[in-house]
């Protein structure tokens, strides 16, 4: 990936981040608002611009990116709703009296997702949800020690997770210890934009399995390996807790980890 550098204004706002890579550097730029610290526009070094912009209550409505419009709504508690690419919705979201993301409508493929959560607001397991017949199919289990992720289980097969010192996850290993995938993120904004989403390239994020050739993910890179029997398990809620409730860290459908330029796929949400 090379050197990358950043620089910043008087009171903190990025406004550069320079990539050297082969003896060549390149530069994104960052604006704000005149009159306060959000965040407007990001010039890419590829000639894009992306463009943002925000309701009453700083919420991001609208993520431009070239000739793609990710579009956010909240509900009056301001946790996110829905999301859609140009217009077309692609999830809902529901939540509880703690405000705890508990239903993922995923639109498009008909598919609603449950989350369960423990006394401590652990996502501890999620269900696959049939509307028509009011039955669930248990999809993964995750355990937790010490507020840290350290296993899953799914299918009855049990995955190890290992976390870095901040506890997010690096990778996962089956009984034998052999690496069964494997997830990395990119610094920052070197990830020039988020892709669309595809029906092809599932991502890390909504728990699916990554498919043959599919290694690249937005910010994230999931690396499945031969014989591996565990998916890429959701990660935005394990940078930061308080996100379970798509809250926090998150803008729409985009996880954003860590200093909040950092952003996963739209449909990983």
């Not at 431009?64 to 859609?84: L, Q």
């Not at 039955?135 to 097969?157: H, R």
């Not at 390239?201 to 690396?223: D, Q, W």
Request: proline share 4%; aromatic share 10%.
């Amino acid at each position: 990936m090379g050197k990358i550098d950043w620089l910043y204004d008087s009171v903190g706002n990025r406004r550069e981040q320079s990539t050297l890579s082969g003896g060549v550097s390149i530069a994104d730029t960052y604006s704000y608002w005149a009159d306060s610290n959000q965040l407007d526009r990001i010039d890419l070094a590829t000639g894009n611009a992306r463009q943002f912009f925000y309701d009453a209550a700083r919420n991001v409505i609208s993520d431009k990116v070239g000739a793609r419009d990710y579009g956010y709504t909240y509900d009056a508690a301001n946790r996110m709703a829905s999301f859609s690419v140009n217009g077309v919705v692609f999830a809902e979201y529901e939540y509880n009296h703690l405000g705890q993301q508990v239903v993922n409508r995923q639109v498009q493929n008909g598919q609603t997702i449950h989350s369960i959560q423990d006394a401590a607001g652990q996502r501890i397991a999620e269900y696959l949800y049939n509307d028509a017949s009011g039955t669930s199919t248990l999809i993964p289990e995750y355990i937790w020690a010490n507020a840290q992720i350290v296993g899953v289980v799914e299918n009855g097969a049990l995955c190890y997770v290992r976390t870095d010192h901040i506890g997010r996850p690096v990778f996962a290993t089956d009984d034998t210890g052999a690496k069964v995938w494997t997830a990395a993120t990119c610094p920052s904004a070197a990830c020039r934009h988020p892709q669309a989403p595809t029906p092809t390239c599932a991502s890390p994020a909504n728990g699916s399995k990554a498919r043959p050739g599919c290694t690249k993910t937005g910010c994230g890179t999931i690396t499945r390996q031969p014989g591996g029997t565990c998916r890429p398990i959701r990660w935005g809620w394990w940078m930061d807790r308080r996100s379970m409730g798509m809250r926090c860290r998150t803008r729409g459908g985009m996880w954003i980890l860590g200093d909040c330029s950092l952003l996963m796929t739209p449909e990983q949400s």
